[in-house]
């Protein structure tokens, strides 16, 4: 048979090759072979090549055998063997077949790692027959978690047919795998790699042939060069370096860029990042990122990182400028500034890095025209609703002091009936006084103390307003309410004879008498004689007059004439310094006398004389006083100063002496000497240099001219003449038009009479561009204009981008207590763009908040609770106080019970207060419980005490035998109402009361009457008596007979055993009802007790 088998790996291409075999019966003979491999192959593979370890380099593990090539070379062909010992390796099961190189016709051939003994997991004895063998051996040495790598090369006997085995590790616990092939060995040898991880030091390896064809052709998997190759374990996970912590950030533009992380392994230089991110938006303001990285390292060990990046704005807007404080004088519109300082957010600035603001503005109340501070609060809010606020205060100032421009004016009353009305009026009135104020409304104030009992009073009147000014008048009040008496002397010139009269004039509150003396006037006649200095006056005159009397009265006058008298004096004094003139009139006996004085002064003199001396011991100032020709005094003052000889110094210059000299001559005269010093000093020949420029080379050089100079010497002149030459200059200009680009050259005559040439050189310019950003709030307006602007230069294009400017909204938010103010109130304004700008001031109804103390009810019923407010002080009186809507007068307010209350206040401006719900809770009753009865023998003694509620204070009993004690001891020789009264710590009563009966040792006691109402006293109707009685029966009938209480089981003296008033749970009607009673006295004697009682409510 002739086959053709074509083999192809992962990495080489094998060409075909061609055999022919003769398959017998029994066995399997190579009779013929052709082969032809064409392939690429390595005859060495590097390990690395298929196995590698995750950390590090694979390390061979030498085990011995492991080629097989140990014992005796088996003989020709194979050896077969059965279970046992197989060298280093153990058969299980089965037989193996341990072949040479030329087994089979050279099976070890194709082998890359050069023909050698092999193994045939399919043993094939000679005896005929076969089996498939397991083949196994002990791993030692090993390093539990470790990885091994187990490489072996694997082949069969022919392609035809299906051939497979199996290894496994541990019997299959660690490693379990199959593995087929078809790879005839004398052609090509295939290469297997397994791994597995070690659990302990030792391991079992096998192997196993499973191939369903091995048994037709009695040759099963071929094996040969098994390699272990050892991997150390690594469960070091990467570390990353720089771990990206979580953030929180407040806008979504400060979100960080993802980083690059700097990652560290043991054994891999370059860990597998595996990068993932997640946006989680919450809500518009708060949004989470979530980055996660996972790297991963050649050995599989894994380290995770997330990171939480937050973006929440939680910053408030960031205050870039307070707000200011605003002044302003009341007399400015306040109104109309503070509502431009509110508009303007009080001038406050406020930023924030995430989104837009939007203002609060909010304060208690608006200003005031007069004196008055307003706080404002100016909150700043974002998006998110973070805020900052700040106060301002806005300040109405009154400069104008107030003055009282008409004063008080006093008031005296008398005998008046409404001295009191006259008073209160006068007092309303300020006394009449006027005043003067700025803005502020101005109040009065008096002292007045309230005694209208005085006859006089001084009343002071103040004047303030709310600014603090302060202006004050006084007046005085006076009242009199007493009868008096006046005295009136009356002149008449008609009688002869005076008389008195009496006149009395009554009033409702006071009398007065008037008592007049009617005087006899009289009338008179004089004579005057009168001094005239006047020769044409009259000679005499007759006067009519009336005197003090009021009569007639006549004068006669005289008149004599006198000559007056004048006289001339003249004075001449040195004293005096100008002239003048005095007169004196002197009353003279008759007339006036005239002195007429002239004063005329004299002269005086002063004569300053000057001289020089040449004598020293002349020099000074002498003075000398003398009389001059009227006698005055003259003064001649000679001052004479000292002059030395003269010295005076001549400066010569002369061109003919080398050195200077010095020559004197003294001059005598009739005055002082003089000395003339000549200073000679030789005169130097000077040189000056001079500097031309020019235009003509051949003028070029130095020339030299002689002159004398100011001295008379020699002075050289050297005049430098320099060749200029011609000069240019080179202008640059520009020009927007590319046609009139070009070169122009102009000659001139310079300073220096050369040539000058000027080239001009025209350059083309481009039309510059220029940008304006403008804001318009008409949407229209919106968009780009383009102008054109033709200035000295070239012309230039501006761009006029017109951007919307949205109109802004101000919310003012602001509180008032009261209610009428409440409410919304828009102003429409300008904003900084001239853009409509809307204030909204909203005005919320805000109470306000009452501080209060309660005082609770103190006894049970006993409604005195009391309600104070303590901060009066927030409000203006006079005050509207309301407890439970209506209205109360007192204050604190009293009197209050025990139940649910609302109280509110209402000052005179109409502000209200927050309405104030309280309870007032009746407290406990303080009850104390005493038997109602209590039976005992004469002189028996008894204890007793009672119950009560809660805790008292103070203990009475009534007779008094124990004061304060809880239990008495008592011993009974009388019947007695004995009384106790006890009290807490709010001094609350409770009383209750025992009768203590005095029995005998077999009487029992049943009340008249009994009132089952509930109030805890005579309750219960019950038999009382001796405790040594025993009740049989108690029964209680009705008047029509009916029982309605019936029971054997009533304890004497305990009244919770009686009947209480009630009948199948019902109350009975009050009446009169019957008993029947059977009962047993102490010596067993029984007998019986009917009778009737009432029951009352």
């Known amino acids: 048979m002739i086959s053709a088998i074509a083999f192809r790996s992962t990495s080489s291409t094998f060409t075909l090759y061609r055999f022919a075999f003769i398959r017998p019966v029994l066995n399997i003979r190579l009779d013929k072979f052709i082969l032809v491999i064409l392939f690429c192959l390595n005859n060495s593979m590097p390990v690395s090549a298929q196995i590698s370890c995750c950390c590090d380099i694979p390390k061979e593990i030498i085990y011995p055998g492991l080629d097989f090539e140990f014992d005796q070379p088996p003989p020709f062909g194979y050896y077969s063997y059965f279970p046992g010992s197989f060298g280093p390796w153990t058969v299980t099961q089965g037989i193996i077949d341990h072949g040479d190189p030329a087994y089979c016709g050279g099976l070890a051939n194709g082998n ?40 072996f090369w694997y082949a069969t006997f022919t392609a035809a047919g299906s051939f497979s085995a199996n290894l496994k590790i541990d019997g299959g616990s660690l490693l379990n795998v199959n593995w087929t092939a078809n790879n005839p060995g004398a052609a090509i040898w295939l290469k297997k790699v397994y791994s597995f991880v070690a659990t302990g030091s030792t391991a079992q390896m096998s192997f196993t042939d499973t191939g369903p064809s ?155 025209l007069s004196c008055d501070s307003v706080k404002v609060l100016i909150t700043a809010q974002d998006a998110c609703g973070n805020t900052t606020q700040d106060s301002s205060y806005f300040i109405v100032v009154d400069s104008i002091p107030l003055k009282i421009t008409k004063a008080a004016r006093s008031m005296s009353v008398q005998c008046s009936g409404h001295a009191r009305d006259s008073l209160r009026s006068w007092l309303q009135r300020q006394g009449g006084a006027e005043l003067q104020s700025g803005c502020s ?55 002869g004879t005076s008389f008195t009269d009496t006149l009395i004039y009554t009033t409702q509150y006071c009398d007065s008498v008037v008592i007049r003396n009617n005087i006899s006037g009289r009338k008179d006649t004089s004579y005057l004689k009168i001094d005239q200095c006047q020769a044409s006056g009259p000679a005499s005159d007759t006067l009519h007059l009336m005197n003090l009397e009021g009569c007639d009265s006549l004068s006669i006058l005289l008149f004599e004439y006198h000559q007056p008298s004048r006289t001339l004096i003249k004075d001449f ?136 100079n100011a001295h008379g010497c020699d002075s050289l002149v050297v005049t430098d003449i320099v060749f200029q030459p011609s000069d240019s200059m080179v202008v640059l200009l520009t020009t927007c038009r590319r046609a009139e680009e070009r070169t122009e050259k102009q000659s001139f005559v310079n300073r220096f009479g050369c040539d000058s040439m000027i080239t001009r050189i025209y350059h083309f310019q481009l039309a510059d561009t220029g940008n304006i950003t403008q804001h318009t709030c008409n949407p229209s307006e919106v968009g780009t204009d383009s102008v054109w602007i033709n200035n000295s230069g070239c012309d230039s294009l501006l761009l006029i981008h017109t951007l919307l400017s949205q109109s802004d909204t101000t919310k003012i938010r602001i509180n008032t207590c009261i209610p009428s103010e409440a409410g919304i109130r828009s102003v429409m304004s300008k904003n900084h763009f001239g853009c409509d700008s809307l204030i909204l001031t909203e005005t919320t109804f805000q109470p306000v908040r009452l501080q209060y103390h309660l005082d609770s009810v103190s006894c049970h019923a006993k409604n005195d609770g009391i309600l104070t407010i303590t901060n009066l002080n927030d409000f203006q009186r006079p005050l509207i106080l309301l407890l439970d809507q209506q209205r109360v007068d007192s204050f604190p307010v009293t009197g209050i019970t025990s139940s649910m209350h609302d109280f509110r206040m209402i000052d005179s401006a109409g502000c209200e207060s927050e309405i104030l719900q309280f309870e007032l809770y009746d407290p406990e009753e303080l009850m104390i419980d005493l038997p109602d009865r209590i039976s005992l023998q004469k002189g028996q003694d008894t204890l007793i005490s009672f119950n009560r509620n809660r805790p008292v204070f103070r203990i009475e009993w009534y007779p008094q035998l124990c004061q304060g004690c809880d239990t008495i001891d008592f011993q009974g020789n009388d019947d007695l109402w004995l009384y106790c009264m006890v009290y807490d710590r709010n001094g609350c009563p409770a009383r209750d009361s025992v009768y203590l009966q005095i029995v005998s040792h077999d009487e029992i006691y049943l009340p008249d009457a009994f009132s089952p109402n509930g109030d805890q006293v005579n309750d219960y109707y019950y038999p009382q008596g001796s405790a040594n009685i025993t009740v049989q029966e108690f029964r209680i009938f009705d008047r029509w007979g009916e029982v309605i209480f019936d029971t054997d089981h009533c304890v004497i003296n305990e009244s919770s055993t009686g009947w209480n008033g009630q009948m199948n749970h019902r109350m009975v009607n009050p009446g009169v009802y019957l008993l029947y009673l059977r009962y047993s006295q102490p010596d067993g004697t029984t007998k019986l007790l009917t009778r009737s009682f009432s029951l009352i409510r």
């Open 112 to 151: 890359p790692n050069g023909p050698s003994a092999f193994i045939d997991l399919w043993g094939s004895p000679a005896t005929g027959g076969g089996a498939a063998g397991t083949l196994s051996y002990t791993l030692t040495g090993l390093t539990t978690g470790n990885t091994y790598f187990i490489e």
């Open 441 to 495: 409304k101005a109040y009065w104030n008096n002292s007045f103390d309230g005694d209208s009992s005085r006859t006089k009073m001084t009343v002071y009147f103040v004047a303030s307003d709310s600014c603090g000014h302060q202006d004050t008048t006084s007046a005085d009040f006076t009242q009199s309410n007493h009868a008096d008496t006046s005295y009136i002397n009356n002149i008449q010139c008609q009688i």
């Open 214 to 368: 091995s048994p037709t052709y009695q040759i099963g998997m071929l094996l040969d060069d098994i390699r272990i190759y050892e991997c150390s374990h690594d469960d070091e996970k990467p570390v990353i370096l720089n771990p990206p912590a979580d953030e929180e950030v407040a806008c979504t533009t400060n979100v960080p860029p993802v980083p690059t992380l700097k990652l560290s392994d043991n054994c891999d230089k370059n860990p597998f990042n595996r990068f993932k991110s997640r946006k989680d938006s919450i809500s518009p303001c708060l949004v989470k990122y979530y980055r996660s990285w996972e790297i991963e390292d050649h050995c599989n060990n894994i380290t995770t990182w997330d990171q939480l990046i937050t973006i929440q704005d939680i910053d408030p807007p960031l205050e870039l400028r307070a707000p200011s404080t605003k002044i302003i004088h009341c007399s400015d519109s306040v109104q109309s500034k503070f509502q431009s300082w509110i508009g303007n957010h009080c001038d406050a600035q406020m930023s924030d890095m995430c989104s837009s603001i939007s203002w609060n503005i909010s304060y208690s109340h608006p200003p005031k």
């Open 573 to 708: 004094q040195c004293t005096y310094n100008q002239f003048s003139i005095d007169s004196i009139i002197l009353a003279g006996q008759f007339c006036d006398s005239i002195l007429v004085t002239e004063r005329y002064p004299l002269r005086k003199d002063t004569t300053l004389i000057n001289t020089t001396t040449c004598d020293s011991s002349l020099a000074g100032v002498m003075i000398r006083h003398l009389i001059n020709t009227v006698g005055c005094d003259s003064l001649v003052i000679l001052r004479q100063q000292f002059v030395s000889a003269k010295i005076e110094i001549v400066q010569s210059y002369d061109c003919l002496i080398t050195q200077a000299y010095n020559d004197t001559v003294n001059v005598s005269g009739t005055g002082c000497d003089s000395l003339f010093i000549t200073i000679h000093i030789p005169a130097k020949k000077d040189t000056t240099r001079l500097m031309k420029q020019t235009c003509k080379i051949s003028e070029a050089g130095q020339k030299m001219e002689h002159f004398i």
